[in-house]
């Protein structure tokens, strides 16, 4: 692990981050960029939302973005979490807003790591800023629609399976989600329809630069589960689930 100074800021702290925020060279794959929910948050992530992203450089480096992590408020009246998970979220989020209703809960979106610094425990570190700046926000809890890293290497298991699998020391199986265990988050559920992603074939492939070329279940590099494809039709369709982590901030 590299030992770096970090600063880490809200972007409404350090606003001059705003203009290379999506530019930090990363590992997400094209067709996760495309889900049309996205939209809600990340078009105004900046100025609307700008007190719920956080941005790390290196105190060697000063200036130069390392990670960035993202929350989002949202409207939970004591429900359960949803099925739905980071669709359901932004979703909330954004029609609290243009309701004037006030959040009562609030959501990790997103950790970025950039990529020549993958590894070095970043993540663990923009996790721990989240939790303390999601407490100072007066929040009692920290939950977040996991994308275990790992799951993408079987697209076939169930996420109901892969999730709850654990290691000899009881940690879970997936290295995110034993990040998140180790910083005291809890596995709650499986979020079955986390984000959902639709194009035509030629979108996908675009997006892939897989052919696309055959009805039925379509593995995709990066993909936690298969696209479904339908040549007639032409369009594919992926229904990404992620896994419910609540950080419990008392």
């Known amino acids: 692990m590299i030992h770096m100074a970090l600063q880490i800021t809200t972007l409404a702290e350090r606003p001059g981050f705003a203009p290379a925020l999506w530019d930090m060279d990363h590992t997400w794959h094209e067709f996760v960029l495309n889900d049309p929910v996205a939209d809600l948050f990340y078009a105004v992530a900046t100025t609307t939302y700008a007190d719920y992203v956080l941005v790390a450089d290196d105190d060697a480096e000063p200036g130069r973005m390392v990670a960035r992590a993202c929350m989002m408020p949202y ?6 979490l ?12 954004w029609l609290a807003r243009e309701r004037g209703e ?24 923009m996790l721990a ?37 654990t290691r000899e020391d009881g940690l879970p199986h997936d290295p995110w989600l034993r990040v998140h265990a180790r910083a005291g988050g809890r596995i709650v559920k499986v979020a ?3 984000m959902t992603v639709s194009g035509t074939l030629d979108e ?29 039709h ?6 990404e689930p992620n896994v419910w982590v609540s950080h419990d901030l008392t």
Do not use: Q
Request: glycine letters at 8%.
């Open 75 to 80: 409207l939970a009246k004591g429900d359960e």
């Open 129 to 165: 800023a989240m939790r303390e700046h999601a407490a100072r926000l007066g929040h009692r809890e920290l939950v977040a629609p996991v994308r275990p890293n790992n799951k993408h290497l079987e697209p076939h298991t169930p996420m109901t399976e892969y999730a709850w699998r």
């Open 192 to 194: 079955p329809r986390s």
């Open 234 to 239: 032409d369009h594919a369709v992926y229904v």
């Open 204 to 232: 996908w492939r675009a997006w892939t630069g897989l052919p696309f070329d055959r009805t039925g279940a379509i593995e995709v590099p990066g993909a936690l589960t298969p696209v479904h494809c339908d040549v007639p």
């Open 102 to 125: 006030k959040p009562d809960a609030i959501s990790a979106l997103e950790i970025t790591v950039r990529r020549d610094l993958l590894g070095t425990g970043l993540s663990g570190r």
């Open 82 to 93: 949803p099925d739905d998970g980071w669709d359901a979220v932004i979703r909330s989020g």
